[in-house]
Structure formats: structure tokens, C-alpha cells
């Protein structure tokens, strides 16, 4: 019975969502304010009929009813609680699922807390959004339904994939999905102020909250993914220039470019059609990353399905959207006002700057992408594209962005002096030669441009507090005041500082991570040690660990330095049953902010494991800094300017009659 009230909860969301996209539309067309009041509260009954739907799947999962076709193929009944629940999007029919679900829940959020939106653009947005769930849901119940039944129903299940019985896994896809869905936000508000043919100042207000939103998730689904990859698939790497991981990429390279613009278009009224321009973009790559996960053009550890039909049909969604939003720019564009002017040398003119290298980087990333796929469509020639051309055109385009973002901040909005800003970044720069030159008399015979991009990260991390320093007048007032000028700085300004900051903590990461990490590969019989990074990591041997739904089997080994025991580490071979599938656990032991990270091969007949270990220099610093950006991002978003519901106004004072 469950199972057929999701189903029948998910065609009445159907039903209101045509509701949605058409009432209010029309509405707006009329200027019928009563039609266009209906969006509130159908937004709201759809997303609860959505969420209807998506919790009698859950049920489904936790109670183990194999008699769904779904959680047969994708659970069982010995599966931990935690690995049920997340088996509900670990597929690709209850991913799809939560997809709508997320679309439906921005509809609900803007509908709830959009008051301060004008009634017409309020209308429209909500029913682009409408349109876009619907399209999705045509898509889940007439290709990937997850409530279809199998009769008879088995005893057992075929259990959930094995790499995705982890905690990263459990977590990562629902916060990729907010981030990647969050966009439709954005999206819809750029249509919408198309039809409209309006747009100005106050819609980038409007619009940098969800944007930023959306942002937040993105960049905690894309570090959670990062972090899963490098402990769960045992290759010691955490960015694999994966297509699946490319298709993530781009719509966030797209997105902080989108945020800066709205800042420039709020401030200044200028790069309006650029703005809208790059909120459809953004979303526009968030579908294609939906094509290439779901279309079976990919195999790949992150793909979810290999249907072709369901390939056209998503491309075909792609087209709809994708196609219709580019046409409706090129029509309804160029009657768009354009706004303020500006010199180049100037903050708007850093961050046009800013934009045109996110976005060429984004193309780079999209080409290498792509071009291979499309090359097999074509010709059947297939080609390989990996780390040597990305780290070739992305990296070179990264590193000089890396060096204009402290200019951004203290350049002045309309017309900058640059001069000026170069000397107050003196000392940012002299600190980073001063590391260069430290890392070059360190390292010598090592990787030759590894301590020039950390003399770079430490030039961002000290131009982001010279920023602050020229906000607050460090160095030109007393600490008091310069205390209380921080005090008084919005929050979006804070949280503008720590994000640029977290980029050289990141970079330091990588640049650790990949120029002076080790690697040893040996067998090694029970006694034996080898040594990496300073460190003797001892076998000591062989021991099996039953679980829920698998065995382990695995490896205890000793770690010591300078002879002193530091900590023990257990790398294993999980085998699951069900699955016939076996896979590696790595063990990872920090120290600081590296790590000593061991994984296992396959035992040998003559009583020798294959061993994989790694000493990897400040690793944990690419997850830090970008933990640290996310915290930035929450930081902007609480800025009273920026939050979601409608600004309260300012009670004004009464005014003093004189006395007779």
C-alpha cells in the first residue's frame, strides 16, 4: 500500500505543478493578481505531495520491501540503517526523485519567504520553476518510476552498490543535489525577468541569496565527493578529472562568476544581459552533468544509468530548456536597459576580469569534456583526455585569477587607482617572495614550480587580510577603533575575505599533496616495514572481521617514527555477499595536516599482500580550505542585505512639533 501512495502522491504533485506553471503565467499575462496569488500555495502543496512520495520510497528502503522493484535491486535487509536510507538516492530512480523533490523545496522557499518580490516576477519565477519539476516528473514516471512492483516478491535483496555503503556517500549526492538543483533558482529568475523585460539592481538583490545558496551546497557536495573518492577508491588521488566530476565543476565555476557579476550589476546597475547570461548557464550545466550521469554515454564509478531511452529523453529535456532559454535571450535581451558605466581600472572592472577567467576556465574544462564524447558520437574514434591537458589549460588560467583577486577588494567601485592598490600589496607580495625563496632553498631538485604557486596561495591568503587591515584602518588608527570599524563591517565583506583566503589554503593543499608526496608499493610478509615520508610502517599481520551485510578482511600494521610507536592503522578487504563484489578500505592516520595513507592489493599464494602506501603532505588543507569558503559563503548569506525574506523598513522617526 505504500508504495502505491507514493506513486499516487507523485501524480497529484504532476497535476499541481501543470497547475502552477500555467495559472499564475497566465495571470501575470493578465495582470489578474488573484490568479497570480495562486503560485504560494500551489509551490507549497506540490512540494509537500513531492516529499509525500519521497518518504514512502524511505519506508519502503527501511522496511525492506522487496516486493518494490527499487529496493530489491539496491538493498537488503542485514544493510545498516544509515546505508537503507541512503540506498533511496544511491539509484537512479530514487535520485531522480530526490531531484524533484530539491526543485520543489526552492519553489516552496520562494514562495514562502519571497514577500518581497514583486507579485508579477514572483509568479513567473515559480512558474518556470513548476515547469522544469514537471518535465522531470513526466521523466521519473514514464522511464524510471521507483515504486514499480515485482510479484512475486523476493526473500532478499540484491544489496546497494558497495562503494556507495559509506558515509561520504550517504551525504554527498543529497548536498551535490542542492547545490546543482538550487541553480533552477537562479534559472527561473532569469527567465522570468526575460519575459518580464525588466531587470535591474534590485533583481541581483533578489537573486544572490538563492545563487549563493545554491553555491554553499555545491562546493560541500564537490569536497565531500573529493574526500570520498580519496579514502574509498583506494588510488590515494582526490580529483580524477573524471567527466562525472567535470560535470560538477563547471556549474560552480559558472556560479562564482554569476555571484560576483550580481555584485557589480547590484552596486553599479551594469552587466545586466552578462548576469542573465550566467545564471542559464549555470543550470544549463547543472543538465548537462544530468545527461552525462544518466544517459549511458559515461561508465564511469559516479554513472547512474546506462538507458538509452532515458539518454533521449533527458536530451531532449536539455534541448527544451536548455535551447528555449537561449532563444528567449537572444529575442528578449537586447530590449534590456543598459546600466551604469565604469572605467576598466576599476572594483567592477576586477571582477569582469574575474568572470571572463572563470568562465574561459570553465570552457576549457568543457571541451575536455565533452570533445571526446563527441569525436565517438561522430566518428567511433575514441580518444583519451586526462590530467596533462587540464592541468595545461586550467591550471596556467587558475593561477593567474589567483593573482588579480586581491586587487579586486581594494580597488575602488567606478574608477580605481591601481598604482595604489599595488603599493598597499607590497607586503603581501614581499611575504610570498619571502616563502618562494624558503620553499626553492627547501626543496632543492624537487618540482621547480611548486614553491612558485605557494608563493602565490600565501600572496592570496595576505592580500585577503590586507583587505581587512584597509577596511578596518589597522595600521592607521588605534586598535580600539580599528576594532570597532571590523565590528561594523557587513557580514558579506567578512565573508568576501575568508572565502578569497580559503582559495590559498586550498592551493596549499594541492600543491603538498601532489609535488612532495610519496609512494611506495611493495609485498610484504607479516614483520616486514618499509619506510615513507620519515615514517617505518610495519606488517604485523592477517586477522577477519565479520560486518552486518559483509566480511573484512584485514591488515594490522604499525607505524613509528624515529622508533617510537606513533599509532596503529587497519586497511582491509570488505567483501560483500550479495554483490559478489569486494572492495579496499584504505587507513588513513593524520599527522598535522598529512596523512600516512595505506591500501591494500590482492594477497599472493606465497603468504604476501601487495601494500600501497602514500605520505602525503598537508592533504587535509584542500578540504580545510574549502570548509573555510563554505563558511564565508554562510557568512555573506546572513548579511542582512542578503537575506531570503523581505527586508523590514525602517520606522521612521516622529518629528518634533515646535511648542506653541
Not at 539509484?91 to 531531484?99: D, R, Y
Not at 527567465?191 to 545558496?213: K, S
Not at 572563470?358 to 567511433?380: N, R
Request: aromatic share 10%; charged share 10%.
Amino acid at each position: 500500500m505504500i508504495p502505491e501512495i507514493g506513486h499516487f502522491a507523485l501524480v497529484l504533485a504532476l497535476a499541481l505543478g501543470i497547475m502552477q506553471g500555467s495559472v499564475p503565467f497566465y495571470g501575470a499575462l493578465r495582470n489578474d493578481s488573484l490568479l497570480m496569488a495562486t503560485a504560494v500555495p500551489t509551490a507549497v502543496a506540490q512540494f509537500v505531495f513531492i516529499a509525500i512520495s519521497f518518504a514512502a520510497l524511505t519506508m519502503c528502503y527501511v522496511g525492506s520491501d522487496f516486493s518494490v522493484v527499487n529496493v530489491f535491486e539496491n538493498s537488503h535487509s542485514l544493510k545498516p540503517l544509515i546505508y537503507k536510507i541512503s540506498g533511496v538516492w544511491g539509484n537512479h530512480e530514487g535520485s531522480m526523485l530526490l531531484w524533484v523533490l530539491i526543485l520543489a523545496l526552492f519553489g516552496a522557499l520562494v514562495a514562502l519567504f519571497g514577500g518581497n518580490l514583486p507579485i508579477t516576477l514572483r509568479a513567473n519565477v515559480l512558474a518556470v520553476q513548476s515547469w522544469i519539476a514537471v518535465a522531470f516528473m513526466v521523466f521519473i514516471l514514464a522511464t524510471s518510476n521507483p515504486f514499480m512492483r515485482l510479484a512475486p516478491a523476493p526473500g532478499e535483496g540484491r544489496d546497494l552498490n558497495p562503494l556507495l555503503q559509506d558515509p561520504g556517500l550517504a551525504i554527498h549526492p543529497p548536498l551535490l543535489y542542492v547545490g546543482y538543483v538550487g541553480l533552477s533558482i537562479s534559472f527561473s529568475f532569469a527567465i522570468a525577468a526575460l519575459i518580464e523585460g525588466r531587470i535591474d539592481a534590485a533583481w541581483a538583490r533578489w537573486v544572490r541569496p538563492w545563487t549563493l545558496l545554491a553555491w554553499i551546497f555545491l562546493t560541500l557536495g564537490i569536497s565531500m565527493g573529493s574526500y570520498w573518492a580519496y579514502y574509498t577508491l583506494g588510488w590515494g588521488g582526490w580529483w580524477f578529472w573524471d567527466p562525472v566530476e567535470n560535470a560538477s565543476f563547471m556549474p560552480w565555476l559558472i556560479t562564482t562568476a554569476l555571484l560576483h557579476s550580481a555584485v557589480v550589476m547590484e552596486k553599479r546597475n551594469a552587466l545586466k544581459i552578462w548576469t542573465i547570461l550566467l545564471a542559464i548557464m549555470a543550470f544549463s550545466l547543472s543538465l548537462v552533468g544530468t545527461f552525462l550521469v544518466r544517459s549511458g554515454v559515461l561508465t564511469s564509478v559516479h554513472a547512474f544509468a546506462t538507458d538509452p531511452s532515458r539518454g533521449v529523453f533527458i536530451l531532449a529535456l536539455l534541448v527544451l530548456f536548455i535551447g528555449g532559454a537561449f532563444v528567449l535571450f537572444a529575442w528578449r535581451a537586447p530590449l534590456l536597459k543598459q546600466g551604469g558605466l565604469f572605467a576598466p581600472v576599476s572594483r567592477e572592472g576586477a571582477l569582469v576580469l574575474n568572470n571572463l577567467f572563470l568562465v574561459t576556465a570553465c570552457m576549457s574544462v568543457f571541451v575536455g569534456t565533452l570533445y571526446p564524447l563527441a569525436l565517438e558520437a561522430l566518428t567511433g574514434e575514441k580518444i583519451s583526455v586526462g590530467a596533462p591537458f587540464f592541468n595545461a589549460t586550467f591550471g596556467p588560467l587558475f593561477l593567474v585569477l589567483l593573482l588579480a583577486v586581491p586587487f579586486g577588494p581594494l580597488l575602488a567601485w567606478k574608477r580605481g587607482d591601481l598604482p595604489g592598490v599595488a603599493q598597499r600589496l607590497m607586503a603581501a607580495a614581499g611575504v610570498a617572495l619571502a616563502v618562494m625563496v624558503g620553499c626553492y632553498a627547501v626543496v632543492q631538485g624537487g618540482p621547480v614550480l611548486a614553491p612558485l604557486v605557494v608563493g602565490i596561495a600565501v600572496y592570496v591568503i595576505i592580500g585577503a587580510f590586507t583587505d581587512l587591515a584597509e577596511r578596518t584602518g589597522l595600521f592607521r588608527m588605534s586598535p580600539k577603533a580599528a576594532l570597532a570599524r571590523a565590528a561594523g563591517l557587513p557580514r558579506s565583506a567578512w565573508g568576501t575575505m575568508i572565502a578569497h583566503l580559503a582559495l590559498g589554503i586550498t592551493l596549499i593543499g594541492i600543491v603538498g599533496e601532489t609535488q612532495f608526496g610519496t609512494e611506495r608499493i611493495a609485498e610484504m610478509k607479516p614483520g616486514q616495514s618499509i619506510e615513507i615520508g620519515g615514517y617505518d610502517i610495519r606488517f604485523d599481520g592477517m586477522a577477519t572481521r565479520p560486518g552486518p551485510n559483509y566480511s573484512d578482511q584485514i591488515a594490522r600494521f604499525t607505524v613509528q617514527r624515529g622508533g617510537a610507536v606513533i599509532g596503529e592503522i587497519e586497511p582491509s578487504k570488505r567483501t560483500f555477499p550479495a554483490r559478489s563484489t569486494t572492495r579496499t578500505e584504505a587507513a588513513l592516520m593524520s599527522r598535522g595536516f598529512s596523512q600516512i595513507y595505506v591500501s591494500l592489493g590482492d594477497p599472493s599464494p606465497g603468504g604476501t599482500i601487495a601494500v600501497r602506501a602514500y605520505h602525503k603532505p598537508l592533504v587535509l588543507l584542500i578540504w580545510l580550505g574549502t570548509i573555510v569558503m563554505v563558511l564565508g559563503g554562510l557568512l555573506s548569506l546572513s548579511d542582512r542585505r542578503l537575506r531570503v525574506g523581505a527586508p523590514k523598513p525602517a520606522r521612521s522617526k516622529p518629528v518634533m512639533q515646535p511648542a506653541e
